[in-house]
Structure formats: structure tokens, C-alpha cells
């Protein structure tokens, strides 16, 4: 999703916890073609910790005096029983699934609000947000995404009304993706927690998704194509939810 922002000729700041970007990033950097006036620039932060993620984004939008959108996406997971489930886990989950989204959006609508930005947000939420994934034990993650679901309608409310003072206007969504092939999906199948055939039959589509298929999502919430939409909640999931 950050390529493809930068693409339309965005300028995007990636922000995760690596002292380095991932070979990931490097390739997409090299991808992007700055006549269009796009760019891609990393950040070591993590949104667990509220003044470091408030200097970085600080940062950030004091360089052009403007800050337009965010893409929360940063979640991890744990597999595990309801009834052997360990508190500290449930903290740590919680501590970035749900209050790493809080920071990272209250961050960028103090900019946005400082400067006068009439933004838009997106979280990543999931499917699992709305539904129980059959044969998937994540009680924690699942619940940690119906929050986030519920915390994008909150922040659209607070924040959706422009104000006198230039404040206000920003748009909050969510993205649910369903089932997506990556690192951590992967290792799930490897540990044997999850079975990628049960969950391409779950799909009315009959696979799992790419992460590219929501770079046009990202694009399309964060930009003007979007405009009379927030609060609400993007379901792209092969029809999973669907039955």
C-alpha cells in the first residue's frame, strides 16, 4: 500500500521497529519513479511508545508543514487457547494490535489538526474482526481487530466535523482483509495452526490473497476517491464473511 501511494505520487514515510528497512522496502524504493513526485523513506519507531512515536511523526509533517494521511497497520499474533492463554500475552497484543493503532492515528491527528490538514486514515483491521475463523485459535488477535474496528468509528466522530478554527475534517476507516499470504500466515501453517486448504475453501474465490490486491484499497482511502466516507469498515476477504 505504501507503493502504491507512492505511485500516485505520494511522499510516504514507512515507520516498523527493524534498525533497517526490510529487503522489502529497498526493492519497492527502487520501483518508484520520482518524476510523478513520489517517494518512500524509512523510520525505526515503534507504536508501542507514545513520545517516541509522537517526536517521529512530529517530524515528519514539520517538514512540509502538512501530514495527509496514515495507514496503521503494524499487528502481531499469538495462537493459543482461550484457557491457556497467558496474561502477559493478552498485554503485548493488546499493547500493539490495539493501543499501537491508538498512538500511532492520535499522533497524526495532532499534526494534521497543528497544520490544518483535513486527513484520512485507515486501520488495518481483519475479517477476524467480525468473525470467529473457523479452526483458528486466536481469541486475542481476533478481539484485538474488533476493537480497532470499533476505535475507527470513535475517531470518525471525534474528528470528522471541520471546525472554525481549520480543525477537524479527518476521515477514519478500516480495511479488513481476510485470509493473506505472509511471513507470519506462513509460519501459522508451518506450526500447523492454521490449514491453508480449509481456508481456501472457506473462500468463495477458492484462495488466499496477495498483498498486493490491497494496494488500491489503501490508495482509495486515503485519497479524495474516498471523500464522503468514514467510520465505516472495508471488508476485502474473498467472500469469506460472505456465506
Request: hydrophobic residues 40%; contains cysteine; proline residues 3%.
Amino acid at each position: 500500500m505504501a507503493e502504491g501511494l507512492a505511485e500516485a505520487g505520494g511522499y510516504v514515510h514507512v515507520l516498523d521497529m527493524r534498525p533497517e528497512p526490510a529487503e522489502g522496502f529497498l526493492v519497492a524504493k527502487d520501483r518508484v519513479d520520482p518524476t510523478f513526485g513520489g517517494g518512500l523513506e524509512y523510520h525505526r519507531a515503534n507504536v508501542t511508545q507514545d513520545k517516541q512515536l509522537e517526536d517521529v511523526i512530529s517530524m515528519i509533517a514539520g517538514r512540509k508543514q502538512r501530514l495527509d494521511g496514515l495507514i496503521a497497520a503494524a499487528g502481531i499474533q499469538y495462537v493459543a487457547p482461550a484457557l491457556d492463554y497467558p496474561a502477559e500475552e493478552i498485554a503485548r497484543m493488546l499493547a500493539t494490535n490495539y493501543t499501537g493503532v491508538f498512538l500511532s492515528a492520535r499522533a497524526c491527528a495532532r499534526q494534521m489538526n497543528k497544520y490544518k490538514i483535513q486527513g484520512s486514515m485507515c486501520f488495518i483491521a481483519s475479517m477476524s474482526g467480525v468473525i470467529a475463523n473457523k479452526g483458528f485459535i486466536a481469541p486475542v488477535y481476533n478481539s484485538s481487530k474488533a476493537a480497532v474496528i470499533q476505535l475507527a468509528r470513535n475517531m470518525a466522530m471525534e474528528w470528522g466535523r471541520k471546525k472554525e478554527d481549520g480543525t477537524g475534517g479527518i476521515r477514519v476507516n478500516c480495511l479488513s482483509p481476510g485470509h493473506i499470504v505472509t511471513p507470519m500466515v506462513e509460519e501459522n501453517f508451518r506450526r500447523g495452526e492454521a490449514d491453508r486448504k480449509a481456508w481456501e475453501e472457506n473462500s468463495m474465490l477458492g484462495r488466499l490473497s496477495e498483498t498486493e490486491e490491497y494496494k488500491a484499497a489503501g490508495l482509495f482511502l486515503l485519497s479524495r476517491a474516498s471523500s464522503y466516507m468514514t467510520g465505516q469498515n472495508l471488508i476485502i476477504d474473498g467472500g469469506t464473511t460472505a456465506w
